[in-house]
């Protein structure tokens, strides 16, 4: 059986590793099969290409899409999209700079909470990768205005707090009908707790395939979502959610894969 881990997350989005790296770190787990599924981009696959050719692991195209369903974020994974897609690269260019403008709003809250920090710090540090809080609260950690980096998000970045901005609205019926148009197809990231009434207008609005192994799900959420994916004929994803240096990552990495049948499940379905 070949090993499958199809979530991770490089230095293009919120990662600590490169796709190099990673890569490098995958192969030292033994999977065989990841797809790289960076926040909001896909920029980590031209050298991920490369350097999976030089591992031998089989790289499925891929990113984790930000959406809004009735204004509950709902993360979705998409698969096998041509990362060549216009359509696709001029949505997720769009995206990159409403990201970037919003870390500038975040960044003008906290100066005017007093810290000393600046746009060009943050960029410093975020370099080209599709910029998030997580960047803002490793650059508030390193200008040790943090005493580490989950206080950030408790005293100023997390969703109730006072330097929180929310990224623009993007609905998941207009990031599903993208995916499908970039030849992927689509799944529900990390459902775990969903309200059902979501998850229920997502599987009408047309979703391939649900995220069932999580590194966040309970053996009881596991298989609540496998027994929703056979009953309405879905397709199933699972992955480490990979970050390194997470909570858990070390663990994590090269424990969560699914079976390569999943994925013949979903290559099928392309055809
Ligand atoms: P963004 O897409 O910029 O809103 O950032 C979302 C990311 O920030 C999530 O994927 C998490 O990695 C991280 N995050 C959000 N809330 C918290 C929190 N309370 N503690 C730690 N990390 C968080
Ligand atoms: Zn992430
Ligand atoms: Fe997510
Ligand atoms: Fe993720």
Same mark, same amino acid.
């Given at each position: 059986?070949?090993? #499958?881990?199809?979530?991770?997350?490089?230095?293009?989005s919120?990662?600590?590793?490169?796709?190099t790296?990673?890569?490098?770190?995958?192969?030292? !787990?033994?999977?065989?099969?990841?797809?790289?599924? @960076?926040?909001?981009?896909?920029?980590?696959?031209?050298?991920?290409?490369?350097?999976?050719?030089? =591992?031998?692991i089989?790289?499925?195209?891929?990113?984790? %899409?930000?959406?809004?369903?009735?204004? #509950?974020? *709902?993360?979705?994974?998409? =698969?096998? &999209? $041509?990362?060549k897609?216009?359509?696709?690269?001029k949505?997720?260019?769009?995206?990159?700079?409403?990201?970037?403008?919003?870390?500038k709003?975040?960044?003008?809250?906290l100066?005017?909470?007093?810290?000393?920090i600046?746009?060009?710090? *943050?960029? $410093?540090?975020? !370099?080209?990768?599709? %910029?998030?809080?997580?960047?803002?609260?490793? +650059? /508030?950690?390193?200008?040790?205005? *943090?005493?580490?980096?989950?206080?950030?998000?408790?005293?100023?970045l997390?969703?109730?707090?006072?330097?929180y901005?929310?990224?623009?609205?993007?609905?998941?019926?207009?990031?599903? !009908?993208?995916i499908?148009?970039?030849?992927? /197809?689509?799944?529900?990231?990390?459902?775990?707790?969903?309200?059902e009434?979501?998850? +229920?207008?997502?599987?009408?609005?047309?979703? @391939?395939?649900?995220?069932?192994?999580?590194?966040?799900?309970?053996?009881y959420?596991?298989?609540?979502?496998?027994?929703?994916?056979?009953?309405?004929?879905?397709?199933?994803?699972g992955?480490s959610d990979?970050?390194?240096? $997470?909570?858990?990552?070390? &663990?994590?990495?090269?424990?969560?894969? %699914?079976?390569?049948?999943?994925?013949?499940?979903?290559?099928?379905?392309?055809?």
């Amino acid at each position: 059986m070949l090993k #499958t881990d199809l979530h991770m997350h490089t230095t293009y989005s919120d990662g600590r590793y490169t796709p190099t790296e990673l890569i490098e770190l995958a192969h030292s !787990k033994e999977l065989q099969v990841i797809s790289i599924t @960076d926040h909001d981009s896909i920029n980590a696959y031209k050298e991920a290409f490369e350097a999976a050719k030089d =591992y031998n692991i089989e790289l499925i195209t891929g990113l984790e %899409i930000s959406t809004d369903i009735e204004d #509950t974020e *709902v993360h979705l994974l998409a =698969y096998f &999209v $041509d990362t060549k897609g216009e359509e696709l690269n001029k949505y997720l260019d769009f995206f990159r700079e409403e990201r970037f403008q919003r870390a500038k709003r975040i960044v003008k809250k906290l100066q005017n909470l007093g810290l000393k920090i600046t746009i060009d710090d *943050v960029m $410093d540090l975020a !370099k080209n990768s599709a %910029i998030g809080r997580p960047h803002i609260a490793s +650059t /508030l950690l390193e200008l040790k205005l *943090v005493s580490n980096f989950y206080q950030a998000f408790d005293l100023y970045l997390g969703n109730n707090a006072p330097a929180y901005e929310r990224k623009i609205h993007v609905s998941a019926q207009s990031a599903l !009908k993208l995916i499908s148009d970039a030849g992927g /197809l689509s799944f529900i990231a990390h459902p775990g707790g969903m309200d059902e009434y979501i998850l +229920t207008k997502l599987i009408k609005a047309g979703v @391939d395939g649900i995220e069932v192994l999580h590194p966040s799900h309970s053996r009881y959420q596991i298989k609540f979502y496998r027994g929703i994916v056979n009953q309405y004929c879905l397709l199933e994803s699972g992955g480490s959610d990979f970050h390194g240096g $997470d909570k858990g990552d070390d &663990v994590n990495f090269g424990k969560y894969y %699914i079976s390569s049948a999943k994925i013949e499940a979903m290559k099928k379905m392309l055809v």
